[in-house]
């Protein structure tokens, strides 16, 4: 079931979202936010839906456009810079997906502003906000108390997960498995290389079919095409559009504490979550509290010990 993420009453022309996506920031942040936009274009089939984004190395600034909306280069992270778009644009709704954008700086750009502040969080901070997104399956309502307004609409946990529609049609279909086929997603960016780590771990298991995501984001891509080459059992996807579909027919998954998790249950699969970033922490602790597998740090022999778990 999908719920609506605004008030049906409000009535919107313009949406602007803030957030980034590069080499180093990952891109999750803009990939749940094209999930979003969609959401709120079902919402609000008038509205005009602009993405404001820094053209940092390897950002999805043609992913956003190519998903049909429009597109803002920034030339500055100031918050005067964000206020005079709101006011240029008239925006109805402003959706920030960003750790540099403080309580502060919301409370700034709402008092200069009067706009509408969708605030999306991972970590309980504090914030400046109408609605407050937290749609990771461990965030709890409860720990918003004094971190927000009182009259900001809270929506928090799996209700409110942000899946694209792939996974909704996937899910329904009944594939075939055959042998033992692994998905491994480190992240877009995956700034530390474990993909490599990974793959060379897993290099004795020659039984075992390995579907592996990354995007152009990631800086070690060249890296790891040539290890990938002439690998018969292993598939690179860069830049994937059926990642439910691989999904469907592995039988597990190597993936970070981050939304990716809420994707890999979402579609029945066990999964080995290797915590890579700070802000995967709560995400890491909800699962190690209730049994799943997983590891504070990449290490090479307890990584084994998971994964022949799985196998057997």
Not at 5 to 18: E, G, P, W
Not at 217 to 238: A, E, F, G, P, V
Request: hydrophobic content about 35%; proline content about 2%; overall charge positive.
């Amino acid at each position: 079931m999908k719920y609506n993420y605004t008030t049906k009453t409000q009535k919107m022309s313009t949406i602007l979202f803030r957030a980034d996506a590069s080499s180093t920031i990952g891109t999750g942040h803009i990939m749940r936010n094209l999930v979003l936009a969609q959401r709120l274009r079902q919402e609000h089939p008038k509205a005009a839906i602009i993405f404001a984004t820094l053209p940092l190395q390897g950002n999805l600034d043609k992913m956003i456009v190519q998903s049909g909306f429009k597109h803002i280069s920034l030339t500055s992270q100031k918050t005067t810079k964000l206020i005079k778009i709101i006011k240029e644009k008239n925006v109805d709704l402003l959706v920030l997906d960003h750790y540099g954008i403080t309580h502060k700086k919301e409370k700034k750009i709402k008092q200069k502003t009067g706009v509408n502040i969708l605030a999306f969080d991972d970590t309980y901070e504090k914030h400046y906000c109408d609605i407050l997104l937290n749609h990771n399956i461990y965030a709890e309502k409860k720990k918003y108390t004094n971190l927000v307004p009182k009259k900001c609409k809270i929506l928090c946990g799996k209700r409110y997960t942000l899946l694209r529609d792939e996974f909704y049609h996937e899910r329904k279909k009944q594939y075939k498995k055959t042998g033992q086929r692994v998905f491994i997603a480190m992240g877009g960016a995956d700034h530390k290389n474990h993909n490599i780590k990974i793959l060379k771990a897993l290099q004795t298991l020659k039984h075992l079919k390995i579907e592996l995501v990354t995007t152009t984001s990631n800086k070690h891509l060249k890296q790891l095409k040539k290890y990938t080459r002439n690998r018969d059992n292993i598939s690179l996807h860069i830049n994937a559009t059926h990642i439910a579909q691989l999904m469907a027919k592995c039988n597990f998954a190597i993936v970070t504490p981050s939304v990716v998790v809420n994707e890999v249950l979402f579609m029945n699969l066990p999964f080995i979550a290797i915590k890579t970033a700070k802000n995967q922490t709560q995400m890491y602790k909800y699962l190690k509290r209730n049994s799943f597998l997983t590891l504070k740090r990449f290490r090479d022999s307890r990584f084994k010990e998971k994964v022949c778990k799985l196998l057997s």
